[in-house]
Each structure stands twice: as C-alpha cells, then as structure tokens.
C-alpha cells in the first residue's frame, strides 16, 4: 500500500510504528486480535486514548487489506462492523462505570457480556448492515426496558440513561489530535429533536407503530443490536416486525422511497454543485460526482434493495436482511431481480465502495465526493495503484447508466402502469350512468380538464391525473357517490380559480388524499377547508410531515401591525393547526390521546396570542387578567369542536373597569366571524357572576366567592379549573385559592343533597333526550357527561389534600377513587364490586377517545362500518379494539359501569333526600 499518498495513515504509520511491527503479518489474524484487545480493555481513566490507539492500529490494517485486496470486501465489512461493536460496547461500558453513576445504579448481576440489564443500542445504516465503510458514522438509536433497568424511577431513568449514551458518544467521537474512534450520529431516534438520547422500549413500540414515519420504517428495517443487553434488544425487535414487515403489498412506502431519492436530487447541499453544474443527470460528466447521492448511485441502489424488501419482505422473510449484498442475492433467489440486474447492481456496488473507502482514506474524511482538482484525483488513484483516470471515469459512467436505469424501472413503471389501468377502468364505470344529471356533468367535466373551475384547456392534460385518481376514489367508495362530487366540487369551487391548486393535487397524490379523505368522511374537516381551502399550501411544507412542534409555528401571526389582518391570521393559525393534527390521526400516526394534549397545548397557545394582540393593542406591557380554563380545557382533554370554558381574574392592584375592557377585547378577537371563522368560542357563564355580570372578577373577590360565597355546583366545576394563562404570580393565587376550595372539609349532607338535585336535573333536561344515542358520548346514559360528574364528585367527598389539588385533573381523580376514598366505599357498599379506581380510569381514557373519532368523523350520524378502511382500522387500534363488534361492547360495558356508579353514588346521596325536592334550595357551601 502506498501509504504516502494518505496523510491520515501516514501520521498513524509514524506515531505507531511499534505497535504496527507486532501485529500478525496475516490482515485478518491481526485484526481479530485488535479486536479482541479491545474488548478486553479495562474502563479506567485511559479507555479514551486506548480506544483511539486501537482504532488507529485497527484503521491502518483494515486499508492495507482493502487496497491490497487480501481480504474481500464482506468479510473486511463483517471485521470493521466487529470492531465498532467492541468499541460501542466499551465505550457503553466505561460510561456506566464513571464514579458519579454508582448513585443512580442499584446492584445488578452484569450480563454475560458484562452489559449493565436493559438498555440496548440498535445499530442502524451500514452499521446494522455489516457494512461499514472507512470513515463511516455509526447511526444509534437507544431503548430501554423499564423492568429491567436497575435504575429507580426516582431518579428520572432516561435523564440517567442520556447522560451515560452521552459520555459513551463522547469517549468514542472525541477528537485529541485528529484522531477519534467514530463519529456518532442519533439523528435516526424517534422524536430526534428531543434533547433525551433513548426511551423506555414500551413507548418506542407505540411511536413507531402509531407515529412514526416512512423514512422510520426505512431507517429500522436495517436494525440490528449492537451494545447493551442483547436479548431484550432481539425481543424489542422481534416485536417491530408486524410493523416493519407489511403482509400486504405496501405499494405506498415505495412510492415514498421515490420522493425521497427525488428530494435527495433537488435539495440535498451535497448535491447542490451537481444541479448547478448540471453533472447531476449526466452520466458522462464525472465533475465532483457523489458517489453516494448522485444519480445511478449507492443510494439508488440502496433504494432498489429497500423498495423491494419492504415490498415483499412481510410475505417472504428470506428477504429480511440488512446487508446490501447478500439482499441483492437474495432477491435474485426469490425471483424478483433478474440475474443481469443483481450482477449489475453487485459488481456496482463492490466498485462504488472501493472508491469511497479510498476517498476516506486519504485525510480521514467522511466524504463520498470525486476530486476534481488534479492534484487530488492523482493522490486517489495513486492510493488505488491505478494510473488511467480515463479507464476510471469510463467505468464509473458505464455503472451509473445501468443503475438509473434499474432504478427508474423499479420506481416508474409501476405508476405507468397503475395510471393506464385506471384510465381503461374509467371509461367502462358503469355507475356514472346512474348519477344524476347535475352531478354526471360535474363528472364530465373533470374528465374533460375542469374547465369549470377556470382551467385554461392548454393545460387540461396536465390535470388527467386529477382525474384518474377520482374516478378511482369514487369507484372504491363506499359512501353515496353522489355526495362526494357535490363535497369535491364545492372544494374545488372554494379555492383559487385558474388550476393551481388542481395541478398541486394532480403532482401530489398524497396530498389528495389528504384533501379528499376528510371532505367525504369528516365534516368538521370539511368546514375547516371551506373556511380555509389555503391548508392545501401548508400540507405541502415539509413540516406538514414531520413531528409536531410544541411550540407551533405562529410567528405569522404577529408579522402585521393591522389588528383585523391578525384576527384573520389568528383564525387561520388554528384551522391549519387543527386540520393536521386531525389528519395526523386519521392516518393513524398520533392516538386520541396525543391528539387531546395537542389540541389543549394549542388552545392555550391561542389564548396567550389573543393575550399578546391585546396588550400590544392596549399599549399594555402585561395583560391585566389571568385566565382560568375550565371543562376540557381545564382537564387537558380538548376534543374536536370544543369551546373554551374561561374565567378571567385580575390583579386587586388594576382598575377593575380597565381589566373588564381588556376582557371584552379578548372575547372579541377570539369569538368575532371572519372569512376564516372563529378562532374558538368561547363560554364564561361559569365566572361568578353568572351570564349577565361583568366578565372579569378580582383576584380578592373570586378568592371571597369560592371561599364563602359559591354553591356545590360551582365548586363541582372547580375540580377542572387551573390557570392557564396571565402573570405567574396571579396564576399562583388562582391556584392557591382553587386548592383551599377543593381540600377544605365541606358539610357532607350539603354536598349530597346538592349534587344528588344536580345530577337529577341533568337527567331531566339533557342527559339520554336525543333519540338516537348510538354514539353520543357526552350526553348518553353511562356517557362522558355523567362519567365527568361522578368524578368531580369523588373528588369533593373526598378533599384531597392541597398538594394533590395541584396535581394535573386526571391523577386528582384517580388518587380521589383509590379503594379507601369515600366515592370507592360507597361504589362498593352499593354494588359489591371492587377497582373503582381502575374502572373509573378506564372510562375516562375508552370516552375521551371515542368522542374525539365521533365529533372528528362524525359517527355520531352515521353507522361505524360507513368509514373507509383505512379510518376505521385507525379507530380500532386507537381505541384498542379488535373488531367493531368488539368496540360496541366496549361502548355497552363502559357505559354500564358508568351507569352503575352514577346510581350508587345517587342512592347514597339521597338517603336523606327531601320528599320535595323542591323544598331543597341550594345555598352557599357550607364548611365543617
């Protein structure tokens, strides 16, 4: 090897010499045996620098070995991915054993490999494949499981875990003297713009089977383990494999490979002197050619081999592997590569990494990019032992023909294809005789370019994939074919004439299907888009794909001065934000849960915004008012369609006129219909003065109320309250007083009576009045709303200490139905029955999901087995139900045990219940 022309192996040769001269003449001997010191290596304070000798002794072997070529490219792939596990291992290792860790560790009998129970790290990428390069990254992702790892959850198990994956990434990426073990990369995590670096094994499960994204699915199906506890690793990913491996043909994550590798070509930086240059899509210029990213290279072929594994790989498991190579072979076996195309691809592959392992080689650099200086080129070539660059670039230029056109085949002729069908099948529908004649001439007029929505007919043929892709979704549909067109020609109507958009929806299927879906299956999306038909410009932003940001991106909104233009934004913030949260969980990337906590964090997004209008309006630097969120949102559990309960407290030291008219402007800017809608509606009829007083009250004033003035059914209301928005020293008064209310000891007979009139108000006025209670959560028998009030009762028969006040609404609830509290003991005398608590969880959880699908899909009007497949599979594995039948009777026994409960509370109450109720008149609360 001509070590010269590397500077990188030429410093190693000269700082190494000696411990290069003792190593096995044989390149696979001593690598082993570099492999093996370096598993033996003892975590001291020197495991850093011994890592680095290691690697470098190691780094200089493995070249001579490839150039050389002693060895063949797997098995030296198979010995460089060894190595990096040694290092992970002992970098992982030496982590856990720093001083400041024993706190943290409770004693536990180490592993077989001396890992510490629990934590594994899966290796993704060419890691996972067996097929590490020079100088590659090594792609982590880290889980653990929470009955294994010997930490105390006192201790906050991922804060601890994250520290030692952080150290462990430190001691192997750590440059001292250019020189490190490798760079690490935990860019491929579930919710990697999170600062922790794992997660409990449980919740990674439910991110990727419920949230995760292609490019996830892509990333795993590479996973192997590398590091930790090795058995629970293969047992986490043995339970992804439903997951990773489709049993049906999942022709949709090939089509999203495609736009990756389009993305990739019109985006990546790396590629960006490639476009400019226009190198990109010519095979014969060999300027700064990217042997990974550019087209006809190891990426394309990457993609060939993935598309088709994920394909096929849930109906043949021979298909299953993550080795490029071996996959290539492997596809051949199984009949769906043909012998040209797998050597092809093969001999491709084996030339490609030749060149990128030599690239690396001479300066240690992660880089994939030909020289296209001289003086570089000859360096690369001398390194090689070659010295025609023109033989070079010729058989770089005959590889990336016959890979583009592999690729383009597998990615293109399936659409051609599926287009062609379509188009045959759209003229032979037989239902479009039988529409009526105002929707058969909408019909028409698609097919002949939707001139009707002003498209100029020189660009009618652009549209015929438009058309295609309805005439297919009317004839898949399971809904009245004649509403649809009367849905999507409204749409179509709503937004901009001239083509536009229609073009977007004909380039972008998914994005149809984004549209379309919710205008025929989910009225309150429907009305989101008429109001605000600009949504299809935000699905197509890149982040309309990516996790959600908690912080929402509403910066728009604030970037006019002009208070009407800012209203009109408001409104349009929230429907953009609403309708991707809803379609998020129409696709079944986020449950109802998820989405609950999302549409809480977005309603006190917008209450703080609304704040900020009005103060900067008012030329205020603080807003003179808190605001209390009562119901939902008190609760964190906004649903679709939920208004905003609020209560507005202010200073004692501010004028009192001065915060009612700050309030009035809030109300304003919140309730008033634009051209966008509402922002929310909102309902204050739950302050103190009722629906008539004025809006806001002081901070004295509602601490006097609640304290000596209120009755029980404004304390029932309370048990939801919290602030959610205002100064933090008002926030902290409101929840000072709220917590005196709820813990302070009540007169019981009180309590009983007002609540057991109550609860039979409820019942004669809303409770079970509608006539078809199929799916109306809140108001059926054994509904949400009785569930809701049997809880704020709990809570005020059992005064939960201060303390607990101030815990999140659901844990109080909880910790109010345990076995010993007074709601529990009176379930139990009355009914024999045990676990209120459990049951009680149980319902909040089974009701709260299920509204959310019945306001979002409107089951409420319609029978569940209306929805298309692709929703109701959503719903059943969002509510945790094997069938609908299955669902029903969650629906049957949830409710009776609400029922159940309700009446034995109700019994309870009124043992001394009045003969005439109406001789019971509710007065202030009275203490004990």
């Given at each position: ?25 044989d ?12 598993s ?16 470098a ?7 001579h ?6 060895l ?23 982590a856990?054993a ?7 560790v ?9 890992a ?56 192997l ?8 073990v ?10 990697a ?23 996830h699915r892509?990333?795993?199906?590479k ?15 043995q ?23 389009q ?13 400019s ?36 790989g ?14 290539l072979?492997?596809l ?10 797998r ?14 392992d ?12 030909l020289?296209?200086?001289t ?7 001398q390194?090689?032992?070659?010295s025609?660059a ?9 590889h ?30 037989q ?6 004649a105002?929707?058969?001439a ?5 097919q ?11 660009h ?5 994939p ?7 979704l ?28 229609l ?37 197509l932003?890149?982040?309309s ?12 909104v604030?970037q ?13 913030f ?9 379609l ?39 807003a ?7 119901g ?44 966008e809608?509402?922002?929310y ?7 103190p003065?009722?629906r ?20 029980t ?30 813990s302070?000891?009540r007169?019981?007979e009180?309590?009983k ?6 609860l ?7 409770i ?12 059926r ?14 809570c ?5 200490s ?20 007074p709601a ?5 005398g ?8 459990r049951s009680?969880?149980?319902?909040m ?6 509204q ?16 298309p497949?692709?929703?109701?599979d ?7 139900c ?47």
């Open positions: 090897m001509n070590e010269a022309s590397s500077s990188y192996l030429s410093n190693i040769a000269a700082r190494y010499a000696s411990d290069l001269a003792q190593l096995a003449d390149d696979e001997t001593a690598l082993r045996a570099l492999i093996e010191s370096t033996a290596l003892p975590c001291d304070k020197n495991i850093e620098r011994a890592l680095r000798r290691c690697k002794l190691f780094a200089y072997r493995w070249s070995s490839r150039i050389q070529h002693t063949d490219a797997a098995t030296l792939g198979r010995l460089q991915t060894a190595f990096a596990e040694a290092t992970i291992s002992k970098a992982l290792a030496a856990w720093e001083p400041q860790m024993s706190r943290y409770a004693k536990a009998e180490p592993l077989q490999n001396g510490i129970p629990g934590l594994f790290i899966l290796g993704l990428g060419k890691l996972g494949g067996y097929d590490l390069n020079f100088s590659s990254d090594i792609d982590l992702v880290a889980f653990y499981d929470t009955e294994h790892l010997p930490v105390a959850s006192v201790h906050g198990r991922s804060d601890v875990v994250s520290r030692v994956l952080k150290r462990m990434a430190q001691i990426s750590k440059p001292v003297e250019q020189e490190f490798w760079r690490v990369d935990w860019r491929l995590r579930p919710n713009s999170a600062m922790s670096l794992c997660m409990p094994s449980e919740a990674a499960q439910e991110f990727y089977f419920f949230h995760s994204y292609p490019w892509l990333a795993m199906i996973a192997r383990v590398v590091a930790g506890d090795i058995d629970t690793g293969n047992a986490f990913l339970d992804l494999e439903p997951y990773l491996w489709r049993q049906n043909l999942d022709y949709q994550m090939v089509d999203e490979i495609f736009k990756l590798k993305k990739i070509n019109r985006e990546h930086p790396q590629l960006k002197h490639a476009r240059s226009g190198a990109l899509n010519d095979p014969e210029n060999k300027n700064g050619y990217n042997l990974k990213l550019g087209r006809g290279g190891i990426r394309e072929i990457e993609f060939v081999v993935n598309g088709m594994q994920l394909l096929w849930g109906k043949k498991p021979q298909l299953r592997t993550q080795n490029t190579v071996q996959t072979a492997n051949e076996d199984a009949g769906l590569l043909p012998a040209e195309a050597q092809q691809l093969t001999a491709a592959y084996r030339f490609y990494r030749l060149l990128e030599a690239l690396q080689m001479l300066e240690n650099q992660q880089t994939q990019t020289p296209r200086e003086a570089q080129l000859n360096r690369l070539l390194l090689l032992g070659r025609d023109d033989a070079l670039w010729a058989e770089l230029t005959e990336r023909k016959t890979v583009s056109a592999i690729f383009d085949g597998t990615f293109n002729t399936r659409q051609q294809d599926d287009a062609a069908d379509v188009a045959v099948r759209a003229e032979t529908m239902w479009v005789e039988e529409l009526p105002s929707e058969k909408i019909y028409e007029a698609w002949k370019g939707f001139a009707n929505y002003g498209v100029n007919p020189a009618a043929s652009a549209l015929q438009l058309f295609l892709q309805l005439a297919e009317l004839d898949e549909t399971s809904m009245d074919r004649t509403a649809a067109i009367n849905k999507l020609h409204d749409f179509f109507v709503a937004i901009p004439r001239g083509g536009q958009y073009r977007l929806l004909a380039e972008h299927h998914l994005l149809l299907q984004d549209i379309v879906t919710p205008l025929l299956y989910s009225p309150h999306m429907s009305s989101l888009l008429e109001q605000s038909p600009h949504i299809v410009d935000l699905l932003e890149p982040h794909r990516q996790e959600n940001d908690p912080a929402f991106d509403s910066d728009f604030l006019t001065n002009d208070f009407e233009m800012r209203l009109e934004r408001l409104r349009r929230v429907n953009e934000q609403l309708y991707l949260h809803f998020q969980l129409l696709r079944g990337e986020i449950g109802a849960p998820e989405l609950q906590r999302t549409l809480t964090a977005l309603a006190e997004h917008t209450i703080h915004l609304g704040l900020k209008i009005g103060c900067e309006e008012t030329r205020l630097t603080q003179p008012i808190a605001v209390i969120g009562m939902k949102l008190g609760m964190r559990a906004m649903a679709p369609m939920s208004d905003l309960d609020l209560i507005f407290v202010s200073d004692d030291n501010i004028d009192l006129e001065q915060a009612n008219q700050f309030s009035n402007r809030l109300q304003h800017l919140m309730e008033l219909r634009t051209r809608g509402r922002a509606e909102m309902d204050m009829r739950l302050r003065s009722g008539s007083g004025p809006a806001t009250v002081s901070m004295r004033s509602f601490a006097e109320y609640q304290l000596n003035n209120a009755k059914w404004e304390h029932i209301a309370l048990t939801a309250g919290r602030a959610v928005a205002g100064s933090a020293e008002l926030q902290a008064g409101i929840t000072g007083v709220r917590a005196e209310v709820l302070k000891p007169d019981s009180q309590l009576l007002d609540a057991a009139k109550m039979r108000r409820l019942q004669e006025q809303r079970g009045k509608k006539k078809d209670l199929r799916l109306d959560v809140k108001l028998s054994g509904g949400l709303m009785e569930l809701d009030y049997l809880c704020a009762c709990a005020l028969l059992a005064a939960p201060k303390a607990m006040c101030e815990k999140p609404y659901e844990e109080m609830v909880l910790a109010c139905c345990a076995a010993d509290s529990a003991k009176i379930f139990a009355e009914t024999g029955v045990e676990n209120f608590q009680v969880g149980e319902a959880v089974f009701w709260r999901r299920l959310i699908w019945s306001r979002l899909t409107r089951l409420e009007d319609d029978d569940m087995e209306s929805l497949t692709a929703i109701r959503a719903l059943l594995i969002d509510m945790q094997e069938s609908l039948d299955d669902l029903k009777q969650r629906i049957d026994s949830t409710s009776a045990f609400v029922s159940a409960a309700i009446n034995a509370l109700q019994a309870d109450f009124e043992k001394s219940a009045p003969d005439n109720w109406e001789s019971w008149h509710e007065a202030p609360v009275r203490w004990r």
